[in-house]
């Protein structure tokens, strides 16, 4: 069975951009949901609003991976989750290790959707001596000790860091060094990689604070609604802010879906 460190995905090759490349596991989780259902296929327009797209953006999407889909037929469904799953690297098996085992690496360890989605949890590793052992997900927790081995035993390419904060830098550093080169990052803090090492980072606090602005937002256009003006997000200032927001195809900055 093929792993991580045999075979990369070509969508940097291929010039695909990536904006786009993080819009795939959108479009990846709508089709597998319209194939759970057996449609067999779908326009750009129903297929957009399932992945919370416009149907431009989609079908400009789709033509960098040689889609173009059939007029006044649309997509062939079961193609698609093929052609995006192969693009994005799923075609394979990944293995991952998950480093932090608290009630977040827990969690992570006990989600169901890494196996159906190409990534199979390799090893669990923690810090404390007395979860050494101690199985999770059906898996024994082993320790950091044995990062490094455990890192190449299993041909791990993908790492996951659910530790605390202060803890986080120094793992990355083990796991760069031990030749991981992808990392997702929970922690709390901003990681330094060397080229070549692909970081995302989840922070739940950070997304948070976003819907909270834009609950603040929407409350101040309607309080201006109520009073006659014009909503805040109307005017020509609010709109040059989001255009400075936005990255170089004209997208928000993309954020890993759940």
């Known amino acids: 069975m093929a792993n991580g460190r045999t075979h990369r995905p070509a969508t940097r090759s291929r010039g695909i951009p990536?904006?786009?490349?993080?819009?795939?596991?959108?479009?990846?989780?709508?089709?597998?949901?319209?194939?759970?259902?057996s449609v067999p296929t779908v326009s750009s327009e129903e297929l957009a609003a399932a992945a919370g797209v416009n149907s431009a953006k989609l079908r400009k999407d789709f033509s960098y991976l040689g889609s173009y889909g059939t007029r006044g037929v649309g997509y062939d469904v079961e193609y698609l989750v093929y052609q995006i799953s192969r693009e994005l690297g799923l075609t394979q098996d990944w293995p991952v290790v998950i480093v932090g085992i608290g009630n977040l690496g827990a969690a992570l360890a006990n989600y169901g959707g890494f196996a159906s989605r190409g990534f199979r949890v390799a090893a669990l590793i923690d810090a404390d001596p007395a979860m050494a052992g101690k199985p999770v997900a059906g898996i024994p927790v082993q320790h950091t000790d044995d990062l490094e081995k455990i890192i190449k035993?299993?041909?791990?390419?993908?790492?996951?860091?659910?530790?605390?904060?202060?803890?986080?830098?120094?793992?990355?550093?083990?796991?760069?060094?031990?030749?991981?080169?992808?990392?997702?990052?929970?922690?709390?803090?901003?990681?330094?990689?060397?080229?070549?090492?692909?970081?995302?980072?989840?922070?739940?606090?950070?997304?948070?604070?976003?819907?909270?602005?834009?609950?603040?937002?929407?409350?101040?256009?309607?309080?201006?609604?109520?009073?006659?003006?014009?909503?805040?997000?109307?005017?020509?200032?609010?709109?040059?802010?989001?255009?400075?927001?936005?990255?170089?195809?004209?997208?928000?900055?993309?954020?890993?879906?759940?």
């Not at 795939?24 to 597998?32: K, N, V």
């Not at 390419?157 to 031990?178: E, H, K, M, W, Y």
């Open 153 to 258: 035993d299993n041909g791990v390419s993908i790492g996951v860091i659910a530790t605390p904060a202060g803890a986080a830098q120094q793992v990355c550093d083990r796991l760069v060094t031990a030749g991981v080169t992808s990392i997702l990052n929970f922690a709390p803090t901003v990681l330094s990689v060397p080229d070549g090492v692909d970081v995302r980072k989840v922070d739940l606090s950070i997304e948070l604070q976003i819907l909270a602005f834009h609950e603040q937002r929407k409350a101040g256009e309607e309080t201006a609604a109520g009073d006659g003006a014009l909503p805040a997000a109307t005017s020509r200032g609010a709109a040059a802010d989001d255009s400075a927001d936005q990255g170089p195809d004209g997208d928000v900055p993309a954020v890993m879906p759940a």
């Open 18 to 37: 990536e904006a786009t490349v993080a819009r795939l596991p959108l479009y990846l989780r709508a089709l597998t949901a319209l194939s759970e259902r």
